[in-house]
C-alpha cells in the first residue's frame, strides 16, 4: 500500500476530546495567552453528544476556572436541598442516617447538572474566547517526532468494511500537530493506551479499577418529584454477587436521573449488569416513584474507580493525560468532574509556561506535580482505602472500616496506610462452571426494558460501510475459549447488546459484533476475560447522541 499523504496543520495545544478536562483545559489556555492557538477535537456528532454522568456536580473545578460562572448563563441551576443513603433490602430498606459519615460526603453547596449540557455551555466560553472546536473528529492515532507525540490524525473516512484498507471514497484526514497534545478522552481512551503502553507510564501503579455506569432519564408524576432531592443506595439487588450501587437524582421539570453502578471486579461471569439494573427499577421504594411515568433517555460508560492508588503517570514527551484518562473519580462521593475540570487548567499552565520558557514536545513535569500535591491529590488521597476495602471485605465491613478510614484521613492520617488494589477487572472473572447461573426476571416494558429497546432511546447511529471499530486480536478466542471457560461473558456485559452466540441448527456457534449498537462505554476492552476485544474509535461521529445526561 501507497504511504497516506495528509494535509497538516499547527496548532499549539491539539486537545482530543470535548468533556470537562479537554474544554476547561482550552479555556485556561486562552485566559493565559489569547494568542495561543488552541484545538478541541470531539469525536460526537456535537459537544456534549458522548458525555454520560451522575451527575452531582461539585462547583469547586468551574469555581477556579470560571469564578463568575453564576452570572454567565451555565445551565447549572438544581442546588441540592436533600441527601438520602439507603441499604436496600428486596423488599424495604433502611435509611442510613448523614451524621456519622465524614464530611467530604456531604452534598451540601453542590448542583444536580446534566454534565452534557455544562460540556455545551462550556464550548460556547471557550469558542467565545477563540478556541477551535470540531466535533464529528475521531482521532483514529496518534502522530509520532522521534520519540515525542507530535499531533493526531483526524477525520479519517472511507476504509473498506471488509478489509480495513482504504476504500474508493476514502479520505486521509489531517495531521494536527502541536507543541503540546492533551488527550481528554475519557476512561479507557484509545490513544491513551497506546500512549500509557509506549512509555510505560502505569509502571508502578496499581492496575486501574472500573465501573459499569447506567442511567435512564424519567419524567415522572409531578406530585412525587422533589426537585433537588439525591438518593443514593446499596444492596439490593447485587447482594454478594458484585459491588455497585444506585443514584437517583431529582432535577428540574420533573425529571430524575435513575443510575445503576456495578463494579466491573465481579467474579460471577454469568451476572448480566444491565439486568441487575433492570430489576433494581422494580424494589418498591424505586418502582413507586417511577410508576406513570416514562423513561425518555438511556445511556452507559465505564468509570474509573482506582483512584490515587492506580493513577499513572501522566506526561510523556510531548503529550498529557486529563481527567478521567488518568481516572480521578472520588469513589464515594461519586464524583470526579471537578477533579477532570482541576486537571485541565493544571495541564494547560503547565503548557503555557513551557511555550512561554520556548519549549515544546518535553514533559510536562509540573502539570502532574500540581496533580498530585494540590487539590485534586488531596480529594483522592483521603477516600483512596475505600475501593481497596471494599473489594476485599465487602459492603458492609467496607462501610464501616472505609467510613473510619475517611475519617481519620480528613484528620491527616490512616490506619491502613495506603492498600494496594489486586488483578486487574478482566483477571477478576471465575470460571463458569464455578458459579451458578442467574434467573432474571423478564423487562415488564413499564419499569424495565429489554437492552435493544433501550438503546433506541441513546439515540445511537454508526455509519454501517466501516469497519467495525471492535477488533479481536485473535477471531477464535471467543468461541474457542471464552465460551467453554466463562459462558462468553460478553453477550452479558454489555450494556448495548452488541455481543451475541448465535447457535443455529446444525452448525457451529458463532460469535456476532453488532457494532452498530455500540454506545461507546468500553466494558468490552475492560471487562473481556481474555483481553481479546481492543475498543477503537469508529469513524466519523459514530456512537450515541445524548441530550441531556
Keep these: 500500500m501507497s504511504q497516506i499523504v495528509r494535509e497538516k496543520m499547527e496548532y499549539d495545544v ?61 445551565p447549572i441551576k438544581t442546588l441540592v436541598k436533600e441527601d438520602n443513603f439507603y441499604m436496600l ?24 447538572v446534566s454534565m452534557g449540557n455544562v460540556c455545551r455551555w462550556m464550548a460556547g466560553v471557550a469558542e467565545g474566547l477563540g478556541v477551535e472546536i470540531f466535533p464529528g473528529m475521531s482521532c ?67 492496575p486501574q479499577k472500573f465501573g459499569l455506569g447506567m442511567k435512564e432519564i424519567w419524567e415522572i408524576d409531578p406530585a412525587k418529584h422533589r426537585e433537588g432531592t439525591v438518593t443514593h443506595t446499596m444492596g439490593w439487588p447485587l447482594g454478594s454477587n458484585a459491588g455497585g450501587g444506585s443514584f437517583i437524582y431529582h432535577l428540574e421539570k420533573n425529571q430524575v436521573y435513575v443510575g445503576f453502578v456495578v463494579h466491573l471486579n465481579y467474579e460471577n461471569p454469568h451476572l448480566y449488569p444491565y439486568m441487575e439494573f433492570q430489576r433494581f427499577k422494580h424494589h418498591p421504594m424505586v418502582a413507586e416513584l417511577l410508576a406513570g411515568g416514562k423513561r425518555v433517555a438511556y445511556g452507559a460508560r465505564a468509570i474509573s474507580e482506582g483512584g490515587w492508588q492506580s493513577m ?25 468532574n471537578h477533579n477532570a475540570m482541576l486537571s485541565g487548567k493544571a495541564a494547560a499552565e503547565a503548557a503555557h509556561a513551557a511555550i512561554k520558557a520556548g519549549r515544546q514536545g518535553d514533559e510536562l513535569t509540573a502539570y502532574e506535580t500540581e496533580v498530585r500535591g494540590g487539590a485534586i491529590g488531596a480529594d483522592l488521597k483521603k477516600v483512596r482505602n475505600v475501593k481497596p476495602l471494599w473489594s ?66 441513546s439515540f445511537t447511529n454508526h455509519d454501517e460501510a466501516q469497519p467495525s471499530h471492535l477488533k479481536l486480536r485473535d477471531p477464535s478466542i471467543p468461541i474457542a475459549v471464552n465460551l467453554p471457560k466463562y459462558a462468553e ?61
Aim: glycine letters at 12%; a neutral charge.
Design 14 to 74: 491539539v486537545i482530543v476530546g470535548a468533556g470537562p478536562a479537554g474544554l476547561s483545559a482550552a479555556i485556561r489556555l486562552k485566559q493565559l495567552d489569547a494568542d495561543l492557538s488552541v484545538v478541541v477535537l470531539e469525536k460526537g456528532s456535537e459537544v456534549g453528544a458522548h458525555i454520560l454522568s451522575g451527575a452531582v456536580l461539585d462547583p469547586s473545578g468551574l469555581d477556579a476556572l470560571l469564578p463568575d460562572w453564576r452570572s454567565m448563563g451555565a
Design 489 to 549: 461473558p460478553a453477550q452479558r456485559y454489555c450494556p448495548a447488546g452488541v455481543y451475541e452466540v448465535v447457535a443455529e441448527d446444525g452448525k457451529d456457534p458463532r460469535f456476532v459484533i453488532n457494532f452498530q449498537n455500540c454506545v461507546h462505554c468500553k466494558t468490552c476492552d475492560i471487562k473481556d476475560p481474555s483481553q481479546n476485544i481492543v475498543w477503537t474509535t469508529p469513524q466519523g461521529a459514530g456512537g450515541p447522541n445524548y441530550p441531556n445526561m
Design 392 to 457: 476485599k471485605f465487602g459492603l458492609v465491613a467496607s462501610l464501616i472500616a472505609g467510613g473510619l478510614d475517611m475519617w481519620t484521613n480528613t484528620l491527616g492520617f490512616s490506619l491502613f496506610g495506603t492498600l494496594k488494589h489486586g488483578k486487574s477487572d478482566a483477571a477478576a472473572t471465575g470460571l463458569a462452571k464455578d458459579f451458578a447461573p442467574i434467573d432474571y426476571p423478564r423487562p415488564d416494558g413499564k419499569l424495565s426494558f429489554d437492552r435493544l429497546t433501550n438503546v433506541a432511546y
Design 140 to 206: 483514529s492515532e496518534l502522530v509520532f517526532d522521534g520519540d515525542r507525540v507530535a499531533g493526531v490524525v483526524a477525520g479519517e473516512f472511507g476504509r473498506d468494511p471488509a478489509t480495513g484498507e482504504p476504500g474508493p471514497s476514502y479520505e486521509p484526514g489531517m495531521e494536527l500537530l502541536g507543541k503540546y497534545v492533551f488527550l481528554s478522552e475519557g476512561v479507557r481512551g484509545s490513544l491513551a493506551k497506546v500512549v500509557m503502553d509506549r512509555y510505560e507510564l502505569s509502571k508502578g501503579h496499581c
Design 89 to 112: 433490602g428486596p423488599a424495604g430498606q433502611i435509611r442510613i442516617p448523614n451524621f456519622p459519615m465524614p464530611p467530604l460526603m456531604n452534598n451540601h453547596g453542590n448542583f444536580i
Design 312 to 336: 499513572p503517570k501522566m506526561v510523556a514527551p510531548g503529550v498529557a493525560l486529563l481527567g478521567c484518562s488518568v481516572g480521578m473519580v472520588n469513589v464515594p462521593r461519586i464524583k470526579g
